[in-house]
């Protein structure tokens, strides 16, 4: 991870993807301001500066890819983020979505199965800026019991099912945003499942098609 270097030409780079963002269909406000505050580029290879401001995926090594920052921000937007939100990310990856998620006030516990890629967080740049971010090494498939209930969970890989223990570290209430592998096609359903407060059924809304890397059970050294 980059030493902290935030520059008059990465905050225009960002309005202007903001802007793409806004065009492209996100509303959020909120959510559009994180994009503006969080230093993107921080997450990349200095080499890689201009691409970090671009609507697009990008390896960050062990396999892995930043998502895109259309899809964070769809997936932000779909959460409705509070203030001191308790949230569980699945796929920790760059640390860019949790990032996102801490900028907007909440309280992050986000797992990866890449010991790589959980490694990183040692040196993550931002560690200041963001204290609210919790950094777990394991599988996803598990959640992270010890801290449930959730009042929200986000999966950014896409799942071959909805994990059911995720949805027991879910709180009445809370919202899961998933993307779920369609048997069909190479897509992923991006689904909204709300457990209702009274009687722990689930109601699931379908959101659009998107592309992610797969969720995978275990871990990796
Ligand atoms: N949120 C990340 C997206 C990374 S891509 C970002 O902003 O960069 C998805 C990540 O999910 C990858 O790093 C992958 O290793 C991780 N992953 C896949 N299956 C997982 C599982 N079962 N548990 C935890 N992480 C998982």
Redesign the pocket.
């Known amino acids: 991870m980059r030493q902290y270097l935030d520059t008059p030409l990465h905050q225009g780079l960002r309005k202007k993807l903001v802007d793409e963002l806004r065009s492209k269909g996100i509303k959020d406000e909120l959510v559009l301001q994180a994009i503006l505050k969080v230093p993107r580029h921080l997450f990349f290879d200095s080499i890689l500066d201009k691409v970090a401001y671009e609507d697009r995926a990008f390896a ?1 090594g ?1 396999g ?4 895109q920052p259309y899809t ?1 921000a769809f997936q932000t937007q779909a959460l409705s983020v509070k203030k001191n939100d308790k949230i569980l ?10 990032s996102i998620l801490a900028a907007l006030g909440a309280r992050v516990f986000t ?4 010991k790589l ?1 959980f490694d990183n967080n040692k040196h993550f740049c931002l560690k200041h800026q963001y204290p609210t971010i919790k950094f777990f090494y ?4 598990e959640g992270i019991p010890a801290f449930a209930p959730y009042d929200k969970i986000l999966i ?2 896409a799942a071959p099912f909805v994990p059911p223990k995720l949805i027991n570290q879910l709180k009445g209430g809370g919202i899961m945003i998933v993307p779920i592998q369609n048997a069909e096609d190479s897509n992923q359903r991006m689904t909204r499942l709300t457990k209702s407060i009274t009687d722990d059924t689930i109601q699931e809304e379908f959101l659009d098609n998107f592309s ?6 275990g871990t990796a050294k």
């Not at 892995?64 to 998502?67: K, N, R």
């Not at 990310?89 to 949790?98: F, K, L």
């Not at 394991?138 to 498939?141: K, L, T």
């Open positions: 960050i062990a892995q890819t930043i998502s964070v990310e699945v796929g920790t990856g760059s640390i860019y979505q949790s797992i990866e199965r890449q890629l394991g599988d996803g498939f950014t890989a992610f890397v797969p969720m995978l059970k």
